[in-house]
T-cell receptor, first 113, second 116 residues
Framework: NAGVTQTPKFRVLKTGQSMTLLCAQD?????MYWYRQDPGMGLRLIHY???????AKGEVPDGYNVSRLKKQNFLLGLESAAPSQTSVYFC????????????FGPGTRLTVT | KNQVEQSPQSLIILEGKNCTLQ??????????LRWYKQDTGRGPVSLTI?????NTKSNGRYTATLDADTKQSSLHITASQLSDSASYIC???????????????FGTGTQLKVEL
């Protein structure tokens, strides 16, 4: 039982390049989330999904796209990377809303030069 | 402006000592309040989850308290260990509250270092 895994762990991009971050969970959770964590700021929600085939915008969605084609996977895409997207990205999943725990992945450190 | 404020920003204590971390929030009403532990280079891990009607919740050496009247929560760590060195994050959930959507508001965390 691996929990929540993220690929890759580190990445350096040049401005304008694109990439996809992959999140996978093996807990059969309905809800999945993408957050970014920046120094001096709390985690901020980028996009989330409440089930396979559904996605919704979070607090800071601009510049990102997501897809949830399979229940266990949640992909975060950067179409044209900008230095402002330099951050640590965390994926999380949970069984449902309310008092269910949210399980986080180990994070992806992205640097855009 | 972040509606969850934590203090202190950082704290250094000796192994074996107790400490208390503070969380003040302006979000009201809310569904539940959570405390997470985040080790350096890792994702946050849940410590406690409390509804607005609960006053205290324990998880081993970690005890969280909640005062909904003053909008304050605290996390007390007893008999600290080196492995407690981490960032501790307070999170307020608006889920189930009208207009709250799927929103969890994260504090910026208190960085705790436990030394010998």
């Amino acid at each position: 039982n691996a929990g929540v895994t993220q690929t890759p762990k580190f990445r350096v991009l040049k401005t304008g390049q694109s990439m996809t971050l992959l999140c996978a969970q093996d807990m059969n959770h309905e809800y999945m989330y993408w957050y970014r964590q920046d120094p001096g700021m709390g985690l901020r929600l980028i996009h989330y999904s409440v089930g396979e085939g559904t996605t919704a915008k979070g607090e800071v969605p601009d510049g990102y796209n997501v897809s949830r084609l399979k229940k266990q996977n949640f992909l975060l895409g950067l179409e044209s990377a900008a230095p402002s997207q330099t951050s640590v990205y965390f994926c999380a999943s949970r069984r449902g809303q309310g008092l269910y725990e949210q399980y986080f992945g180990p994070g992806t450190r992205l640097t855009v030069t | 402006k972040n509606q969850v404020e934590q203090s202190p920003q950082s704290l250094i204590i000796l192994e074996g000592k107790n400490c208390t971390l503070q969380c003040n929030y302006t979000v009201s009403p809310f569904s539940n309040l959570r405390w997470y532990k985040q080790d350096t280079g890792r994702g946050p891990v849940s410590l406690t989850i409390m509804t607005f009607s609960e006053n205290t919740k324990s998880n081993g050496r970690y005890t969280a308290t909640l005062d909904a009247d003053t909008k304050q929560s605290s996390l007390h760590i007893t008999a600290s260990q080196l492995s407690d060195s981490a960032s501790y994050i307070c999170v307020v959930s608006l889920e189930g509250i009208t207009g709250g959507g799927n929103k969890l508001t994260f504090g910026t965390g208190t960085q705790l270092k436990v030394e010998l």
